[in-house]
């Protein structure tokens, strides 16, 4: 038992010494997985702390879409455990002026990144308890100082790590912003005249199904109920591409193969699809500000 018990001692202070760390580092960015950008942020990341968990939660947001990357955020960072650094790089705008910042949200997670609008829906959904400049004086790989292009690797991976692994405490980052965060706009949910209007906030790509920006509250409010028919409109701009009459249940399997239906998708929204099918693709569909999701009682 006594050596049990000197094992474990060793073991508390050994740990710190050879820098392992039990933190999680999610990354997020438009780079896609054909070249070696990814690997050099993981690389970064385990040169400064080689105890760190490193996930992907995707590098497959479309190039440029800070909207998209702003709501898989959302999508996600309830699911883990508080701590956690999220370093999401979708930044048309390296190498400008454009703030590099650090945000502490109200649930206790991190996030690395550019100030474009991508922490938009987690300061919506969350809360935001502060936001930090990064300095980018103390806070970049040395041997990055002429390049512009590669904020991912030589800022935010880089400064993701010392933060995770409790190099630098937040408040080490750089000056708290003192002006609000950019924020990406999009219409809320109204209810007139008999009809619920929202708008197309995402796609579900690997299925083909649509999500609203409607929840599941407002659908309670409204009297929304399984089994029921609702009139469905879709506009692109002012033209109508969907308008039919739907059935919404509570699952797919309550449906044939090939059938429409409205439902709740995981985040509690209202979404619309077919089931085992590409309803998406199959109308023409996408998402944005200029796509309208009206529900209306039959």
């Not at 050099?40 to 909207?67: F, Q």
């Not at 100030?115 to 935001?128: A, P, Q, R």
């Not at 407002?218 to 002012?238: C, E, P, Q, R, S």
Request: charged share 20%.
């Amino acid at each position: 038992m006594k050596n049990l018990l000197y094992s474990f001692v060793i073991v508390l202070f050994i740990l710190p010494i050879i820098g392992f760390s039990s933190e999680n580092i999610v990354l997020q960015t438009d780079f896609g997985t054909k070249d070696g950008a990814v690997s050099a942020m993981k690389g970064v990341i385990y040169s400064v702390d080689k105890g760190i968990i490193v996930s992907d939660l995707t590098h497959e947001i479309p190039a440029y879409d800070i909207w998209e990357a702003s709501y898989r955020l959302y999508q996600t960072v309830s699911y883990w455990p508080k701590g956690t650094v999220f370093v999401t790089v979708i930044d048309p705008g390296v190498g400008t002026d454009r703030r590099s910042i650090v945000a502490k949200s109200k649930t206790g997670h991190y996030f690395v990144g550019p100030d474009n609008g991508t922490l938009t829906w987690i300061e919506e959904k969350f809360g935001l308890e502060e936001v930090r400049e990064i300095d980018l004086s103390k806070h970049r790989l040395a041997s990055s100082l002429q390049s512009f292009t590669f904020f991912g690797r030589d800022v935010y991976a880089y400064t993701a790590a010392k933060l995770a692994s409790g190099k630098i405490i937040f408040e080490a980052i750089g000056k708290p912003l003192t002006t609000p965060l950019i924020k990406l706009n999009y219409p809320k949910v109204k209810i007139e005249n008999n009809k619920i209007i929202g708008t197309i906030l995402i796609l579900d790509k690997q299925y083909g199904n649509v999500w609203t920006n409607i929840e599941s509250q407002t659908l309670k409010n409204f009297g929304v109920k399984a089994g029921k028919k609702y009139k469905v409109t879709i506009y692109n701009y002012d033209k109508i591409v969907y308008d039919e009459i739907i059935t919404f249940h509570d699952t797919f399997g309550n449906v044939k193969k090939g059938d429409n239906l409205l439902y709740v998708n995981s985040l509690l929204n209202l979404a619309i699809a077919t089931n085992q099918a590409d309803f998406a693709s199959t109308y023409h569909i996408n998402a944005g500000n200029h796509w309208k999701f009206i529900v209306e009682r039959v």
